[in-house]
Structure formats: C-alpha cells, structure tokens
C-alpha cells in the first residue's frame, strides 16, 4: 500500500476529450511532482509543485496543465492527447524540496490514448 | 551532464543473495536511492544513502557505496520469488534544483523457485 493516492487506475480517453488525473496526500508533504513513464523506461519528470507553486515545469507540452488546488492535492489536467502521451503516470510527494528528502510514490494511472 | 547505469537483467535462485550494481557519473550527488517497482506498480523506495556513508544495512537489503569509483550496490540477501521487480537507482545531485532525481534505466530481477 502507498501513502499516495492516485485516481483513477486507469484511464482510456480519445485525442478529443479532457480529462483530470489526481492525486492525494496526507503525509504533510510540501513538494509534489509529477512523472511520465513508459514501458521499460524510468519515469521522467514532468512537473514540481513546491508549497502549492510551480517549481519545474520540464518543457512538457501545454495540452498537460498541472494545478495544486492545496498542499494535500495535486491534478493533471489533459486536453487533446496524441497516442504517444500513452504511458504510466506517478505522482510523488516528499516533506519538501530540500536535497533530503525521499520522493515517495503512488501506483500511478495508466493512460491510453485512442 | 548526469548518467546512471544499470544492467539490463539479473536472474537468481530462491535463497540466493542477489547484487544489484548501478554506476553514475555526478560527483556532487548527495544522495543516492534505490526504488522497487512491481509490475503495474509505482515506485517503492527501498532505501537510500548520504553520499559520506559507505554502506547502510537494513533487514535483508545491504547498500555499498564506493565514491571513488562513483558505483552504488544493492545486495538482497535470502532472495525469494516476492522480491521479483525492476529496480531503479536515482542519484540526487547538489545543485540548485533541489531534490531532482536522476534515475538509471533499472534491473530486472528474476528470482526463479
């Protein structure tokens, strides 16, 4: 079990639709990121939310919004995907930004696109 | 730049120990992680290492770092068929980004019965 909640497990969405992905925390943690993983591959990051504000943003492209409605939440918001944004999406957390601090995971939502 | 490297594939017998070896090329790494993740699974971090420690041992995972040579271990120990996963070291470099992870490509271990 993960003390990061991520929904839903799955997601099979068309190049048209939006959707959101979320994720919940209620460890006190104050950074949030977000990773990209296809299959095979280590998970690349995406996003860094650090005290609710966007920290990194990794040249993902605009049709992923990220948004941290609180300390405790985190949502990725899509719009218009292409068959290659297929992939396992994990969002983690750690206690903040600083150099020592673990990044833990969820068990991620795994997106298709049609 | 950054680069972490792992072989590809580990096969090993219930109860043997299993080594799992990981390279990187950051000096300034700080810290030093190993994560499991089973099949259609996150990532479970395991255990992790300061980089002015040489070893860390916990329950059945013992980690062995060798700055000089910039290489990072994971050894099981009594490995059993649940321990099945790939596995992903990450560094945490020092620089101004703060808790960035660098991860290697990860080792899939096979523990056969």
């Known amino acids: 079990d993960t003390e990061v909640t991520q929904t839903p497990k799955h997601l099979v969405m068309g190049m048209t639709n939006k959707k959101s992905l979320k994720c919940e925390q209620h460890?006190?943690?104050?950074?949030m990121y977000w990773y990209k993983q296809k299959a095979k591959k280590p998970p690349e990051l995406m996003f860094v939310y650090s005290y609710e504000k966007l920290s990194i943003n990794e040249s993902v492209p605009s049709r992923f919004s990220p948004e941290c409605p609180n300390s405790s939440l985190l949502n990725l918001h899509l719009h218009a995907l292409q068959p290659e944004d297929s992939a396992l999406y994990l969002c983690?957390?750690?206690?903040?930004?600083?150099?020592?601090?673990?990044?833990?995971f969820g068990d991620g939502t795994r997106l298709s696109i049609l | 730049g950054e680069d972490v490297e792992q072989s590809l594939f580990l096969s090993v017998r219930e109860g043997d120990s299993s080594v799992i070896n990981c390279t990187y090329t950051?000096?300034?790494?700080?810290?030093l992680y190993w994560y499991k993740q089973e099949p259609g699974a996150g990532l479970q971090l395991l255990t992790y290492?300061?980089?002015?420690?040489d070893m860390k041992q916990d329950q059945r995972l013992t980690v062995l770092l060798n700055k000089k040579d910039k290489h990072l271990s994971l050894r099981i120990a009594d490995t059993q068929t649940g321990d099945s996963a790939i596995y992903f070291c990450a560094e945490s470099p020092n620089n101004n980004a703060g808790n960035m992870l660098t991860f290697g490509g990860g080792t899939r271990l096979m523990v056969k019965p």
């Open positions: 983690a957390s750690s206690r903040s930004k600083g150099l020592n601090q673990p990044q833990h």
């Open positions: 290492i300061f980089s002015n420690m």
């Open positions: 460890m006190g943690h104050r950074a």
């Open positions: 950051d000096s300034s790494s700080t810290y």
